[in-house]
């Protein structure tokens, strides 16, 4: 990943002490709040709070969410191996699969047409902001910073996953052998969003592996999210 003085031109903005504190308090309270809305009314509720803050927080800190960006005149390598990465998680995902015969068609294309993109346009946002806070708050680059941002950047994603997403969004068994493999191959994923971001500067080359991500397991388990989203 390319050093703060080498990125300035794809990532402008400063962080500020301001930011040092926000992330590090994301990174370990949403994941918490996200478990409890959910055991006191259903998915719903933590999904907008965690969506509104991803984009609320982004555009004031950072200005912009980077979707409008200039797309870059050469496409990363590391997006082809990101997409390639999440195609083999998917192969593994099917192999490990959990199905749900009983799910209604409404709820299932509810998953797929509303859930599914804006899911996988939402994440990535908080995640690099974690990161980038600290990585690039220093005028030069240091090492500690950069380690204490991939650090939260990986704690937060660990926690909202086994906090949160996991209790509902069941779609691959963690007890299989391949289930596994897709955990491993899904936490590769998220940190190739991080060099994707900061080698193209245009979030439209993180949404793309991850909205796969989310929407073509739901073609073999009938996955609807709706019976959770209100208890």
Known sequence: MKTNQSTSAI?????????LGLSALIAFLLPLVASLLYGLSGA???MLLYYGLAWGLIKWRRGSTGYFNPF???ITPYFYLNVGVILSSLVCAYLARNQFPASNTTGILITALIW???NAATEQLLWIYLFEAWDL???KPHPAFRLIGLTLFA????????????KFLETVDPKQLFGVAFILLTTLSGFLHLVVWRKSNHMLLTFIPHFLLNL??????NYAITIFLIR
Do not use: E
Request: charged content about 10%; aromatic content about 18%; cysteine-free.
């Open 11 to 19: 990532s402008p903005w400063q962080p500020q002490k301001l930011d």
């Open 44 to 46: 719903l509720l933590p």
């Open 72 to 74: 870059p005149k050469r």
């Open 116 to 118: 599914a993109p804006l």
């Open 137 to 139: 708050y220093p005028t």
């Open 155 to 166: 704690a937060f994603v660990g926690l909202i996953h086994t906090m949160f997403w996991a």
């Open 216 to 221: 073509i397991p739901i073609f073999w388990t």
